[in-house]
């Protein structure tokens, strides 16, 4: 079965693969992605379905999709993962709450107004362990979203606090539209995920070789 497979993804025949994506095309690099793709399996066809990172991982213990990119630890031993790169979070706040907010601790932020994110997300999963990690319970919130777009809008609207990927917020920060919190959240890994048994598998490693040649590694 495998050498068949196999046989398939040198390009003897068209072979459909499923990819989950999170956040933003340009975030993840999907068009280096797509276009090694194409390069090594010019007869592939992709099918991408997007989602939030719990979503991702979900669809792959399922087996609903082959892969795709999930952010946070990988801590399931039926799940394989590429690392790609590590993501710089902080907190971002409202501009003009900036005097309250910029040299804050955690634990007076924590009593702010905060916009919440979906409990699947990586945003929910990073928030509920910091809060933790420093005894504070999460706050209380009045919205949740699970669209960064959604999340930036409603903190430049003065709706509240939000945990946002650094290489957005410090764009935002500059046009004056939000202010970065001094306190430090930490790092969280992007990762490319597969089931653990599906190793072998051609399809994965067809799409794991391109992955890795996209990244400059292959």
């Known amino acids: 079965m495998l050498k068949r497979r ?25 068009g280096s992605m797509m276009a090694a793709m194409l390069a090594l399996h010019p007869l592939a066809e992709v099918k991408l379905v997007h989602g939030i990172s719990g979503q991702i991982m979900d669809k792959v213990i399922t087996g609903e999709i082959d892969a795709g990119y999930f952010l946070g630890d990988v801590s399931r031993p039926d799940v394989g993962f590429f690392p790609i790169r590590d993501v710089d979070y902080v907190i971002i706040a409202p501009y003009n709450w900036r005097e309250q907010t910029k040299e804050a601790a955690l634990s007076d932020l924590a009593g702010m107004p905060w916009i919440g994110s979906n409990p699947l997300s990586s945003q929910r999963r990073i928030l509920t362990a910091l809060f933790a990690k420093h005894g504070l319970a999460l706050p209380e919130t009045h919205f949740e979203v699970d669209q960064e777009a959604s999340m930036i809008g409603l903190v430049k609207s003065g709706v509240g606090l939000s945990l946002m990927r650094a290489e957005i917020a410090l764009s935002h920060e500059a046009r004056g539209e939000v202010s970065i919190c001094d306190f430090k959240v930490g790092r969280c890994p992007l990762s490319f995920i597969y089931l653990s048994e599906r190793h072998r598998d051609p399809v994965i490693g067809a799409l794991l070789g391109a992955l890795k040649w996209s990244e400059g590694l292959g």
């Open 6 to 30: 196999a046989a398939e993804l040198r390009g003897d025949k068209t072979f459909l693969t499923t990819i989950g994506t999170i956040i933003d095309p340009d975030s993840i690099r999907l």
